[in-house]
C-alpha cells in the first residue's frame, strides 16, 4: 500500500470527510485497492447504523432524506448518505440533481453525500456499496442513510447491509403498494406515508394495515425469511405519517427507528443479521474474485484453446469443457 | 443414465418429435440431467441452422414466424421453434396463447415449438435455451428458429447461438428503431420491416438506412465486435419488407438468410462464430457450477461457520474471509 493510501487512512480514522471521499473515489476506480482499504479500516467499523430508504417516484425521498438527515445533526450526530441508482447509468444526471438540491438543507461539516450509479461496477453496485458503507463507518459516521431508487431485486441486495428498511409511499398514488416488489416488503422495517397533509394519508395507513396483516402468516412461514432475513423476525413492521416540509411527526419517526434499533439488540436478532450481512458480502466478493479468474483463463490460457478445439472437433462438450476448467483451476471436488 | 434416457435418445436420434419434447422437460427439470443428455447427443449437433428473431410488440412477431415457417415446411424442413420470454414468468399465459394460435398454421409432423419462461432457471435462462437449441438440433431439425419477446441484455446472450439474427419492425410505429436497445442492434443480420401493406413502409426503410450508415463506423471500430460478434464483421445488414398475410417478400426474405448463411460459411466468419458460441455456452455453464459449489459449501461447512466468527470478531475482513475460502476451495492461484 502507498503511502498516499496511509495517511488518507489515518486522516479518514480521524473522521476527516475529505479522505472519505477521496478513498471512496479509489475504492471504486480499482477493486484491489478496494480490498487494501477494507482490510485496512474494517476492525473500526460496525459502529454505524445503516438506515436503508427507497419509495416510489414521487413519495418526496429527497425531502424526506433532508429532514431526517436535520433532525439527526441536530442531535450532533455525524451522517452519511449513498444514493444508490441500479436502474440505469444515465439517470445520474437527474439524481445529482436532486443530490444538489439536498446539500442546501443542511451544513456540509457533518453530512457526506454520495450518489453511486449503476457504472457496471466489478463485481456489482452492491458490492462496491458495502465499500463505501465501511468506509463512512469508519469515517465515524452515526448514521448511514442508503437510498435506492428502484424498487427491484438490486435493492434487496442493496438492503442486506440496512439495520432498518424504510419505505416511503404517499397518499393517493392508488397502487403505489403494488409497485413495490414483493422482495422489498417483505423487508420493511418502517412505512412511512410521506406527504400526511395530502387527502387520503389515513386510507392508506389502513391498507398498510390490511396488507400487512394479510402477509403476516406467509411471512412467518416462509422459507426465504429463514437466512438472510431473520432480522424481520418476530418485528411487526411499524406505520407511520409524516411531513417533510413541516418536519411533523419526525420525532417520532426517530422513535420508532430508535425502538427497532433497540430490538435489534436485545432481541439478538443481529447477530443472526451480522452473520447474514457477512456471508452475502462474502458471496458476493467471491463471485466477483471466480469470474475475474475465469475471465483471465479464457483470455491467456493454451489449455482453453486446445479445450476449444476439442469441443470444435466434438470430443467433447461444453458441460465436458466446464469439468476440465474446475480440473485446470484445482477446484477440490470434496469440498 | 437410467435405460428410459437411452431409449429417448435413440428415439431422438431418429427425429422423434415426442422424444425430444420428453428430453427437453427432463432437461429443464434437472440439471444434472441435462448435463448427461447434452453429453450423449453432442456430437450429433451443430447441422441446424440457427434464427434469432425478436422486435418490439405490436410488430406481428407470431404471424410473421408462421409464414416464415411455412415457406420452410413448403421445402420440406424440419423446423424447431423456441419461445423466450426472459422478462417475467407472468407473460407465460399470453405467450402460450400466441403459440396455440400459431401451431394452428401448420402440420404438426415437422414442426416443434416450445415456450420457455424465466422461471429462475438454474444457471440461466440462456444456458437452458442452449440445451433446447442442442435437442432440437441432434432431432434433425433443419432450421431452429429462438424467438424472444423483450430487447434487453438478456435476448443478446440468447442471440450468441443464433446464425442469423432478425429484427421486426412496422411502419410507423415511431420510434421503434429507439426502442431497440443498442445491444441488439449491432447483432442484426437482417432488418424486417413486417405489415408493409401500412402506410410509410418506405420511410422505415430510408430511417433504417440512415442509422445503419450512422452507425457503420461506430459498428466496426468498437471494440465490443473483436471477441464476441465477430460474425457480423464484413456483413452489412441487409432490409427487407414483408407481408406476413399475404406472404409477400417471404421469397426474397428466404434468399437474404440463404445468403447471409453463405457468408458466415465462405468467409470463414462461422468458425470465429462457432468457437465463441462455444465461450460463452462454457462460461454459463462454469458460473453455474462455481455457484452451486459455493452454496452448497456455505450450507455445509463448518470452516465457513469459522471464517464468520473470525469476521464477527473483525480478526479478519469479508476480502480475507473470499481469500480463504479460495484456498479451502483449492483454486490454484497461478492459473
Known amino acids: 500500500m502507498g503511502n498516499s493510501y496511509k495517511d488518507l487512512i489515518t486522516r479518514l480514522l480521524e473522521g476527516e470527510l475529505r479522505a472519505a471521499a477521496r478513498l471512496i473515489t479509489l475504492a471504486e476506480n480499482d477493486i484491489k485497492t478496494a480490498e487494501e482499504i ?22 418526496g425521498k429527497s425531502t424526506f432524506i433532508s429532514t431526517l438527515v436535520k433532525k439527526y445533526t441536530e442531535q450532533d450526530k455525524k451522517i452519511g ?17 436532486d443530490r444538489i438540491r439536498m446539500k442546501q438543507h443542511f451544513s456540509l461539516e457533518n453530512v457526506f453525500i454520495r450518489s453511486m450509479a449503476n457504472r457496471g461496477q466489478l ?42 428498511v424504510l419505505v416511503l409511499l404517499v397518499p393517493g398514488l392508488g397502487d403505489d403498494i403494488q409497485t413495490i416488489k414483493a422482495g422489498i416488503m ?3 422495517d418502517i412505512f412511512v406515508v410521506n406527504k400526511m397533509d395530502l387527502e387520503g394519508a389515513d386510507r392508506k395507513v389502513a391498507e398498510l394495515v390490511q396488507m400487512l396483516e394479510l402477509n403476516m ?7 426465504v425469511l429463514n437466512d438472510d432475513f431473520a432480522k424481520i423476525r418476530k418485528w411487526t413492521p411499524e406505520i407511520v405519517k409524516t411531513n417533510s416540509i413541516t418536519g411533523e411527526n419526525f420525532d417520532k419517526l426517530l422513535k420508532i427507528i430508535a425502538k427497532h434499533k433497540e430490538f435489534l439488540e436485545h432481541s439478538g436478532v443481529i447477530q443472526n443479521y451480522k452473520r ?13 474474485k471466480l469470474t475475474e479468474k475465469i475471465e483471465q483463463l479464457f ?31 484445482g477446484i477440490n471436488n470434496n469440498v
Chains 1, 2 share one sequence.
Do not use: W
Open 38 to 59: 477494507i482490510n485496512s479500516i474494517y476492525k473500526y467499523t460496525g459502529n454505524a447504523y445503516i438506515i436503508g430508504i427507497t419509495g416510489a417516484p414521487g413519495s
Open 81 to 97: 448518505i449513498i444514493c444508490v441508482d441500479p436502474s440505469s447509468p444515465l439517470t445520474g444526471g437527474a439524481l445529482l440533481g
Open 123 to 164: 463485481g456489482g453496485l452492491s458490492r462496491a456499496t458495502e465499500d463505501v458503507i465501511k468506509i463512512l463507518d469508519a469515517n465515524k459516521c452515526d448514521v448511514i442513510i442508503v437510498e435506492t431508487v428502484g424498487v427491484g431485486q438490486s435493492e434487496v441486495d442493496i438492503f442486506k447491509s440496512a439495520h432498518s
Open 186 to 188: 417483505e423487508i420493511t
Open 217 to 223: 402468516n406467509y411471512k412467518f412461514n416462509s422459507e
Open 276 to 288: 447474514n450481512r457477512i456471508k452475502s458480502e462474502t458471496l458476493q466478493i467471491l463471485k466477483y
Open 299 to 329: 483470455k491467456d490460457s493454451e489449455k482453453i484453446e486446445e479445450y476449444i478445439n476439442k469441443v470444435m472437433e466434438k470430443s467433447i462438450d461444453p458441460y465436458s469443457m466446464a469439468e476440465l476448467i474446475i480440473e485446470l483451476l
